[in-house]
Structures are given as structure tokens and as C-alpha cells.
């Protein structure tokens, strides 16, 4: 039911993307071969994996600004363990990611319990904690890039390990169908989505608002910090500014899968579909010659569109079931 | 008669808020296994007194005993642990989740680690079986009518095992089949052992689920009766408590020329409403909670979108489908809402610069305040209108609901308004506040003004006003004047709940 629910949210938009997708195979070159197929899709499982915690944050009608700064961290501090070995092991390896696993959550517990135990406001303390990111990120390398990783660790996000999928994607799909899962067919879920609509009707039933807020951002924050250090495997190389436009980006593709900044509606499969449409849009302008500014720019627009097409679609529904309550009785 | 046993001991409850003492030191015993139910006039302190019962308000001082045992709600949780629950008399639900997901929000039935959704909504059904309410446990609550989802808040509060269960006027969106379910449930419930502490206005609902009746007046406790043993004059005398006749200064006078008209108005909650208002005439507006009349009234001044007809002040069209408020203002139209804090009023500036507000754009045509005038016009209208403060820098937040109310009609005193909408102009004022503010609306008439007055209190709306309009489900269901033999709350009431074809 949730599913079907997305969809009908989502259809408006759907059909907009779909048809710049089929423009796009239509008239910009290359467009259709598998390798930039296998590179939209290796860049949306990045996006994909970070917009998860952005999904489940505006959800709870709040954002996570922080998820660019804490990729930013997580990948930095995990990259200056990793560059100490030359070939490194298997376990130094999962050591790495745990590293930057742990990195996030760091981040995630400060946002979860700044916000979730101590009221602030959620737009500056995850903006603080963005901050705190990129800044921590340039300290500790002195803003100096660290690249010319092991083959072994590269093909932690590259490689192919059932044959034809990239490995970052699997592990993508992996882990969406798990969020998925825990938020539609658990209390955890349902009360995030409780939180998100009502806080106050949440508190008034039972739910322990503080802690749905703190495992929201620690989510976040383990799934930042695992998205950065995947994002090092994938491009050979760490710098300080490797999140940098995630949180945007991630931002982007829920508003585009039809979760609404007004929390409680919504859900993963549409930034599924937000996270594909971004990745596809930019490798389409990519291979068009235009320059990332341009990407950036008319990413933007793209964005406003899609706003302006919602609101006038959802002004005609508030309209219609108005009426349908007040007269039609 | 057997002995009764004493479910809740009140005594001394007190709760004052700045300017109104809210709950007076009342003490009285509610009993295991009856209907209790409280009643008084509008601000006569009985939602203030049971949302301290069921931890939504804070006691100021006092003390409650449960089952003899001393109880302290901490917030409505704890009060629900301890077996006290309350059906809201505002909706509070999750539009986006399904009725099931609302009723069993925080206990949801698990699997193991999943959610059992057939057992949730299984359980939902025989819930709602036993209410006999035909809803599907699986709908939207967005998709629900306003009377369904007080339905499903009814539902959800039966749902947890009471001891004692508080029902804040409950039926007052509900059909008369729906009522009906209602008390067989509340009588079933009662049988069981439970208390039920039961707010309402309506007399023919005490004597049909009541055991007992306790008064309220202003604040304090009067008494309790046995409703087999009341005398319905009685009981008037009781929540009236006073010789009424003075209660309204009321002067009629001869209505001049008509001021206000709307000519089939429809907008998003309303339609094809046609009325008209005289200068030095007061209207009322009546109907139930979701009638549409604050509708009406935000369209009029151009807040809420109007889809079709027109305003018209002095035969000049003054608000239509391009509705905005600065024209609404420029006309002379003025809205005293029903939310004065949130929509009336900027709390945390002082009464001068709330005075100034809407007639800034007049005063200061370039731009610049002037300090002196605002100071000035603020003086003339804190004297005019008698609010009480030592001086205009004082902060609205810290005025009582009274004073509160005269700064927003200071606000539009200032624009020289001609047509003003009242939304429950006394709602949580107190007694001497709303004899004020009644005179100057009976001053404010016989100066020429057209005004319009929404009020769910009835002897209000009787008292002071020359016709009363009557709103059903978002259309004007009739028409009661002074003159009419049928100028009478029950006439209202009458109109309000069937429509048009009985009245």
C-alpha cells in the first residue's frame, strides 16, 4: 500500500522525468551505450545510499543538512588509515569502512541528540555539524588530496563481483530493500512517519519522540559515512570537498520522488526514482559538453519546475477533497 | 441505594491564567460506575478543570485522588497509565496515516520485528464493529468527514481500558445515530464500572445519559445534583446564577441603510451565501463547529480564497475572486479573529505599535513611522476602549484576554472601519471583560457601524444581536430575527443541526 501510494504522489513528476530520460536517448549521443547506463547507476547508488537518511529526516518533517560534511569526514579520516598500507588486507579493509561508518554516526548522535533530546533547532545544528564536516575533512590531510588506493580496495565499489553489476550497486539495492522494509513494516517506521506528521499527536500516543529523532540521524549519519567511503572506492581518490553539493543533491531527489518537505508522506521508492532521475539528467548534460557550473545550474531549475508543477497539483487536491468533505455530504 | 464508591476525589483544584481565575478551588467526587456530567456557561471553567484531570493542563494547586490512592498526572501519558483518558474536543489525528495506524499508534501488534498489519486492522474492525461505524480500518483519516474522524477519536479513547474516561462535548459534530452509538457505548462502559465525566451544553443530553450533574459558574464550584431528583429551572438558576437581564447592554436602535452585502459568496468551505447588513446592526452568526462560518467570515475579509460572487460595502464591490486583504481593509472591513493570538494580535510588541499596524499604510504614507503619532492615536484609543495598562509601551502578551481583545479593536477603531466581523469576540474573557466589550459593539452600532458576530455561545448571540443567520455545512441554513416569537436558542439549535427544510 505504501508503494501504491508513492506512485500515485509520484506520477506527476514520473511523467516529466521519464520524458526528459526518452529525450535524452533520443538526441544526445551516447546517451543509450551500457557504459553510461553502468555509470548513471554507479553514481545514483551513492547519491541513493546518503538520500536515505535524507529521505527518513524529511519524512520526520525535519532535514539533515550535515550529510555532505560528515561524507566529507568520514571519507578523509578513513582514506589517512587506509593510505598507511600498501596492499592492505581484507580486514584492514572492513576496518576502513568502519571507520567511516563510526565517523558518521558520531555526527548522527550530535544532530539526534542536539535536536532530539535538547530541542534545538534542526536547521542549525545540522548546519553546524555540516560545517564541522568539511572543516574536520581539511584538517586532518591540511587540505591535501590522498589518492592511488589498493586494486583490492577499489573493487570494494567497482568491482564485479556476480558478473555484469557493479558492486556498489548490489550493495545499494541491498540496502534500500532493508530501509524500505524497516519503514514500512515496522513501529520504527510507522512512527517516523507518526513523528513527521503529527509530533504532537506522536508524543500524546506513546511514541518517545527524542529517541525516533536520534535513531534518524544516527541512520543518517552511518549511511553519510558508509556513502563517503564508498565514494573514495569508487573514484580512487579522497579530498575534502568529495561531499560537497550531496546534501543538495540528496535533497533534490526526495523532493523529486514526491516526499514533501511537510513530513509524514511519502517514501524510499520515490527517491529511488528522484536519485536516478538527477544521475541520469546530469550524465545526459554531461555527454551534451556542458559544464559541471551549467549541470549545477540547470539542476536547479529542474528542481524549481518540479516544485512548481507539486504545489499547483497539490493546491488542486487540498481544493478537491475540501470540497468533497464540506459539500458532498 | 447501595453505597457509592469514590472513583475520583477532586479537591481544591485551582488553575488561574494571567487575568482569569480558570478553575476556583473546586472539590467535588466522582463515583465508580456513573455518568458524571459537568456543565456551566462558556468560561465557566469546565474544559480547564478536566484537562488538568487528564495531564493536558498543569494544576496550579489542589489535589486529586484515584481509586483513593493519590494521582498526579504528569502529561496525558502518564494520566492514560494510570487508567484516565479523554476524547478530545479538538481534533487531534495524523491526516496521513490510516484510521487503524491512528487508534493503534505506539502499541501497533508486532510479528517479531514487523508490523502485523492484518492483525492491527482485524483488530481495528472489531473495534469499530462494536461502535457500529462503518469505516474501514485501512481508509485515510484525510479522507474522512470532520463527524468520522471525531468517530474514530471516540474509538481510540474506548480503546484503552479506563477507569475513568472524559468526553469534552464529544457529540458535537456527530449525527443523531452516531450519538446514539455513542451512549449505548457510554452506557455499556458505565455498567462495566467505569466513570465518565461528560461535558455539555445541550439540557436534553444531560437527562438522557446522565446520573449526576455538577455546575460550574465562572470558575467555581456551585453543585451536584442527581439528575432524577433536578429541576431544569434549578439548574438554570444554578449556571446562570444571576438576574440576566443586564448581562447584554443591548440599545436598538432603527437600522440606517444597508452597509454590508454578499452576493452568492462561495468559496472553499461555503457556498451561495447571500446576506446583508444594516448600518447600526448587529448580526449573529450561528451553526455548528465545521459550519463554515469562520470560513465565511476569513473569505469576507479576503484571508481565504473566494471561487465565486462578490463582497459589497456601501454598494461599492469591496472584496470578489481577486481577493486580497489590503483591499478588504481599504474598503473598511475589519476581522476580529477568533484566534486574537495567533491572528489578531503581535504578542511580543506593545499595545502602541498593534494599534498602528493596520493603519500604518494610511498614516505613514512615506514609509517612515512616526514615533509621536502612533503615540497619540495608541493614548486616544487605550482611553476610548478603557484598556487597562499603566502605559502604550506595554507588551500585548502581558494583558489580560480582555485588554487583549480592545488593542485588536483599537487596531481597526484606527482605520475608521465601518463594517466589523466579531469571531468569538469573548471566548475566554472574562465576565466584567465581555459586559465591556459588549458595549462598545452596542456603542460601535449606534455610531453607524455594520457588524457581523460569530458565537457558538448562544445567550450571547441572542443577547446582542438584531438577526441571527443560521450556517449549515457550509451554507445558510436560515434566517431568525428579534421580532420573531422564535428568537430562542432552541430555535437555533434546531436550524443549525437539521437545516433549512424542518426550520
Known sequence: MMVKQNIKKVSGIMWASLLMVVLMLIFVPNFSQPRNFDNILKNTAVLLIISIGMTMAILSSQIDLSIGGVMSASAMISAMYLSRFEEPTAVQILITFLIGIIVGLAFGLINGVMIGIFKYNYWLVTFATMSMGYGLAQVVTNGNIIAGFSKTFRHVADGKMGGAVSNVIII???????????????????HIYAVGDSEQCAAQSGIVVPKIRILVYAISGILAGLGGVLLVSKTNSASATIGNGYEFDAIAAVIIGGTPFEGGKGGLGGTVIGALVIQAFKAGLQLMGVSSYWQQTLVGIFILLIIVVDVISENQKLIKKTRRIYRDE | MAEKEVMLHIESLRKEYPGVIAVNDVSFDIYKGEVHIVIGENGAGKSTLVKMLAGLNTIDSGTLKLEGREYKPENVLDAQAKGVNIIHQELSMMENRTVAQNIFIGREPVKGFWIDKKAMNEKCRELLDSLEIEIDPSTMVRDLSIAQQQMVEVAKALSFQSKVLIMDEPTSSLTSKEIDNLFRLTRKLRDEGTSIIYISHRMQELMEIGDRVTVMRDGAYIGTREIKEINMQELIMMMVGRKIENAYPRNYNEPGKEMVRTDKLTGLRFRNVDIHINAGEIVGVAGLVGAGRTELAKAIFGYDPIESGAVFLDGKKANERHYSTTRAVDAGISLLPEDRKKEGLFLDMSISENIVQAVARKLFKNGIADKKVENQLSEKYIKDLAVATTS????????????????????????????LIFDEPTRGIDVGAKYEIYSIMDRLAKEGAAIMMISSDLPELLGISDRVYVMKDGELAGEITREEAEFTQEAILEVALRGKERS
Open chain 1, 172 to 190: 545499494t539495492i541491498l540496502i534500500v530493500v532493508i530501509m524500505m522494509l524497516l519503514l514500512a513494516r515496522t513501529r520504527f517506521g510507522m
Open chain 2, 392 to 419: 502604550g509601551e506595554k507588551l500585548v502578551k502581558e494583558l489580560s484576554g480582555g485588554n487583549q481583545q480592545k488593542v485588536v479593536l483599537g487596531k481597526w477603531l484606527a482605520t475608521e472601519s465601518k463594517f
